[in-house]
């Protein structure tokens, strides 16, 4: 059942970022020749950087020199520190 609901997670965080790209182009009045190769783009984008950080993560865990806990423990601090000197540099606007 936890499997699911995490894949029901990764679906709905994927269809809201995808919903995000579509206002966008909505919004900028973009040709629908645009609209359309930017679309199979994202697209695409949406199908493979999952699977890639599925094989990754299945490397990573069947080597078993770090735990994998630990990886996304870094991942997020780097995500995080990454946003902290962005606000700090370029502001919050």
């Given at each position: 059942m936890s499997s699911f609901f995490t894949i029901l997670l990764i679906g709905i965080?994927?269809?809201?970022?995808?919903?995000?790209?579509?206002?966008i182009y909505g919004i900028q009045g973009m040709s629908q020749k645009n609209k359309a190769l930017l679309s199979i783009i994202v697209g695409i984008y949406h199908f493979i950087m999952p699977l890639i950080g599925l094989i990754f993560g299945t490397i990573l865990s069947n080597i078993n020199l770090i735990s994998i806990d630990i990886v996304a423990m870094l991942i997020l601090?780097?995500?995080?520190?990454?946003l902290i000197l962005?606000?700090?540099?370029?502001?919050?606007?």
């Open positions: 965080s994927l269809s809201m970022d995808a919903f995000s790209l579509a206002l601090i780097y995500i995080g520190i990454d962005y606000i700090i540099i370029y502001g919050c606007s």
